[in-house]
C-alpha cells in the first residue's frame, strides 16, 4: 500500500480483556517498528523487527505484551490482560532499511482504552 | 544514543521563518541528527536529517554548528498547517540502532 496501515484506529476494551493490534507496512520494507505514546507524552519504542533477524523486544514493558511479524510483511502487537495503564496510542512504522534513522514511515496509530 | 534538549514550545507567525533549536552536546562522531513532527492526532512524520553538513529539502533546512553539538530546524515559510511537536533526534546509522523521541517542542503557528 501508499502507507502504513494500521487497525483498529480505535479501541475500546474491557480491564483484564486480550487485544491484538494490526500493523501493515509499506510494501517492500524491512524494517518494522511499535512504538506506543500515551496522553501527553512522547513516543515509547517497544520492539523492532529487521528481515529474518531475531526481533528487539527491548522496549516491551511487561511479558503481557508480545508482537510477531509473518512472512516478514503484517506485524500483530498482542496485548494479554489489559490494565488501565495501556491505555495510550500504538503507533506502528516501517523503513526500508534497518536500524535508527533511514526515515520511518508511521501509521496513525491505534488509540487503545482500556476501561 | 546523545540525548537531546529542545524548549518545550515555541510560537511563530503565520509566513515568518520559524526556528527550532536543538542541543545534544554529548553526540558522537557517528551520529546523525533527525528531525520528526507529529501533527495532532497523526504520526510522527520525517522531516529530514544530516551529520555534519546543512541540509535542505522541500520541507525544511537543517544547519548544525561546527561542533555538532547543536542544531536548528528551519522552516521558511510557517504555515499553520505546520503546527505540531517537533522532535530531534540523534542516532547512529545502523541495524542495532533505533529513534528514542523525546518529547519534543510544540511549535504553534498563529494567524
Known amino acids: 500500500g501508499a502507507g502504513v496501515s494500521q487497525s483498529p484506529s480505535n479501541k475500546v476494551t474491557e480491564k483484564g480483556k486480550d487485544v491484538e493490534l494490526r500493523c501493515d507496512p509499506i510494501s517492500g520494507h524491512t524494517a518494522l517498528y511499535w512504538y506506543r505514546q500515551s496522553l501527553g507524552q512522547g513516543l515509547e519504542f517497544l520492539i523492532y523487527f529487521q528481515g529474518n533477524s531475531a526481533p528487539d523486544k527491548s522496549g516491551l514493558p511487561s511479558d503481557r505484551f508480545s508482537a510477531e511479524r509473518t512472512g516478514g510483511s503484517v506485524s500483530t502487537l498482542t496485548i494479554q490482560r489489559t490494565q488501565q495503564e495501556d491505555s495510550a496510542v500504538y503507533l506502528c512504522?516501517?523503513?526500508?532499511?534497518?536500524?535508527?534513522?533511514?526515515?520511518?514511515?508511521f501509521g496513525s496509530g491505534t488509540r487503545l482504552t482500556v476501561v | 544514543d546523545a540525548k537531546t534538549t529542545q524548549p518545550t514550545s515555541m510560537d511563530c507567525a503565520e509566513g515568518r521563518a520559524a526556528n527550532l533549536p536543538c542541543n545534544h552536546s554529548?553526540?558522537?562522531?557517528?551520529?546523525?541528527v533527525y528531525w520528526y513532527r507529529q501533527i495532532h492526532s497523526q504520526g510522527p512524520q520525517y522531516i529530514i536529517h544530516?551529520?555534519?553538513n546543512n541540509e535542505t529539502n522541500e520541507m525544511a533546512s537543517l544547519i548544525i554548528t561546527e561542533d555538532r553539538k547543536s542544531s536548528t530546524l528551519i522552516l521558511p515559510h510557517a504555515t499553520l498547517r505546520d503546527t505540531a511537536v517537533y522532535y530531534c533526534i540523534v542516532s547512529q546509522r545502523g541495524s542495532n540502532y533505533k529513534l528514542t523521541f523525546g518529547k519534543g517542542t510544540l511549535l504553534t503557528v498563529n494567524p
Open positions: 554529548t553526540i558522537s562522531g557517528n551520529e546523525y
Open positions: 544530516g551529520l555534519k
Open positions: 512504522a516501517s523503513s526500508s532499511q534497518g536500524g535508527g534513522g533511514y526515515g520511518y514511515t
